[in-house]
């Protein structure tokens, strides 16, 4: 481990003029804020000659520190790893809102959505899965290890879990195909295509979730999951094919939405 120098940890506490010249130039609209946790990162100016270069090549700064702030909450993001959005917070809320005993919650990136419901309820058995190897091994780092799966949506969610959930999460991939060039550089050449791609309507991924999900829930579950406001009338009506009853909740300041469906029984 490299341990800093009194003088370059002194440097730290202030953004260094040049660092905060180089981003700005790469286009980093925080380049002050940004420069700061860049700079404290660093073990030496080599290191931190490494980390500018990532930065300015156009990698999120979250991968690039290691970590993202979540629902006020330090979550460990590996390079390769869905960074997670500010407007997944609603998902966030309404989960805790429905107070859950077992949830699941896939398509699960980092694990951040169920790393905040398990600190704002303790007692939750939760469970998280993701499709990737990668964003699985990441997940395992912010939760407890043996309770994040690698699986196709339910294929491979333990079987015992079967009709015992009484929420499923997800904040799918939900970009339609050909929005994906439209999208800034970071997600698109930085996080994985899967990460983002729905399909050609944004709502693939939603609808597979949707046909089996009644499977895992108990008779008064839940399934929420994240869209945009756009896709909000088709996703509902999706899960109202699917056999769900299904209504939107929006939140304006954080752009984000939110479906939240229930068996019709
Ligand atoms: C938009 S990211 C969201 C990650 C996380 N929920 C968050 O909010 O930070 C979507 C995640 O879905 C995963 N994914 C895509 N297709 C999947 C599938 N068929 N089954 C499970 N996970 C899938 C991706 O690997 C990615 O981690």
């Not at 930085?190 to 399909?199: F, K, Q, Y």
């Amino acid at each position: 481990m490299i341990t800093k120098t009194w003088a370059w940890t002194s440097r730290s506490r202030l953004p260094d003029p040049d660092v905060v010249e180089k981003l700005r130039a790469a286009g980093c609209v925080f380049a002050a804020e940004e420069a700061e946790l860049i700079v404290a990162a660093a073990t030496s100016s080599a290191h931190l000659d490494e980390l500018l270069r990532r930065r300015v090549a156009g990698e999120p700064l979250e991968t690039i520190l290691g970590w993202a702030e979540f629902c006020g909450l330090r979550v460990v993001v590996t390079p390769g790893v869905f960074v997670p959005r500010a407007r997944t917070e609603l998902l966030v809320r309404r989960a805790i809102a429905a107070q859950p005993g077992v949830a699941l919650d896939l398509c699960c990136g980092s694990g951040a959505v169920a790393a905040v419901l398990q600190r704002e309820l303790p007692t939750v058995d939760a469970h998280s899965a993701d499709i990737d190897p990668i964003a699985v091994e990441c997940a395992r780092r912010n939760l407890d290890p043996n309770r994040v799966y690698c699986a196709d949506l339910f294929d491979g969610i333990p079987a015992d879990l079967r009709g015992r959930v009484d929420l499923i999460t997800m904040s799918p991939p939900y970009v339609p195909t050909a929005r994906i060039v439209t999208m800034p550089v970071e997600a698109r050449e930085h996080e994985p295509l899967r990460a983002l791609d729905g399909g050609v309507d944004g709502l693939e991924i939603a609808r597979q979730a949707l046909a089996d999900a009644a499977g895992w829930i108990t008779p008064k579950g839940r399934f929420l999951f994240e869209t945009s406001r756009g896709q909000s009338e088709a996703a509902v009506a999706a899960a109202v094919a699917a056999g769900w009853s299904a209504t939107v909740v929006t939140d304006d300041e954080l752009e984000a939405t939110t479906i939240e469906c229930r068996l019709p029984w």
